[in-house]
């Protein structure tokens, strides 16, 4: 475990000071003022694809936009502009984005796990959902046979949250990357950050029911605490203490950021400038603190997202959890835009995790018996997944060009990751604003 945060370490280190120091072909810097979003497409079409495409369809709807209002040549900061401004935002961008946070957490998110699943046809899901506001509007009805596996359940049901959290994670690196963020984008981030808190605030405090017998629907939190308990009758799990765990999810200065770039956008019609702490010379520096639920129970993420002196984000992060004395833990890397010249970009992702299997081959049907919840046999996993992340430019068209994403991973858990081990790959245009 040390060596790993130590080349953690280094590479951050590296990283920095190369991107600082270095002149490698005269390569442009990123634009403080613009960020690259790649047009994705992978096999199931994951929470890392959709929520790219949502990014970038969402950010040439805002240029659009602009050109049609002709903001390029300024904006008014009259009172009347503003007033239109907030009727742009209620109107326009609040149904727009609430539109692009379900389409994440339920077609890239619940659907992702059903398509994986898909090919054993032992999951159905019917998603039930009304256009939300800043909370949980979505239920769930998952069909399933004796022999399915409770994990796979639980993947199932948690996967809405895993989706929501890689939207607002890879917001987070586009925002690093420019220093910049549009208040029209504000609600999405939201929305996305404050998805399990708000999850966990709407459910029901007392006795958890069975999602299938309930008498009204129920939200992921609780369907997730009564499926942990169906492998775990006597697991340490509650669920008034998973909400106030959860409320963690309020110390992210991008959550707060967010809401203050809305009114920020009303008032004076421009990006908020994102400001960073200091941190190694001309670079900026800012953590997250994250409560999510993994198949083997809740954990804790530290993110820390860097801006190196030309631009480029870089974001490393630890997680950590225990549930029923069974800790588990990983540590992860992502440098995007590490190596750079006029037409290419070059870098890589890089994950660890250490982690239980609880019970993964208990079916429905074996769930009855007792003597299957006990905690005996816990079959651990420790694994990673390294990928590299490439773009090409195109040479009469310098602002788009390929992009690429290539590696493998072991098998186990990792959000937005297939849980079997294989090939990681996506493809798409990568188009810079």
Known sequence: MKKLFFILFSLLSLSLFADESCEVSEAPPINTHIATTPLIYDKYFSPYAGGSDIISIERLLMKSEDAILGRKNGVSESFLSGMGRLLDLAVIWGPINSISYLTQRTFCGFEFRNREFRDAALVDIDIKSKIPGYYNYTSIDISFYPETQVTQVIDTFIAGFEASSILS??????????????????????????????????????????????????????????????????????????????????????LWYSLYSQLYYVVKGTPLDVSMFPFFGKSGYLPVFQLALAPYGPEFYFQNYFRTAKGSPIMVYGKWGSLAHNLHWGVGFEAPYLIRTPQQTLGFKFDYFDQYEPNADLTFEEAGEESSFEYQGVHRISGYAFSFIGTQSFDRFPSSGLYLQAGFKTEGYLPGESLKAGLIARAGFSITF
């Open 169 to 254: 994670g890879q917001l987070r690196s586009m925002w690093t990357a420019s220093k910049r963020m549009d208040g029209r984008q504000g609600l999405l981030y939201a929305l996305s950050a404050l998805d399990l808190a708000a999850s966990a605030l709407n459910s029901q405090s007392g006795s958890i029911q069975n999602p299938v017998d309930a008498a009204y629907p129920l939200t992921e939190v609780e369907s997730y605490v009564y499926y942990m308990k169906t492998l775990y009758p006597t697991m340490p799990i509650n669920l008034n203490n998973l909400t106030l765990k959860s409320l963690v999810n309020l110390a992210d200065p991008f």
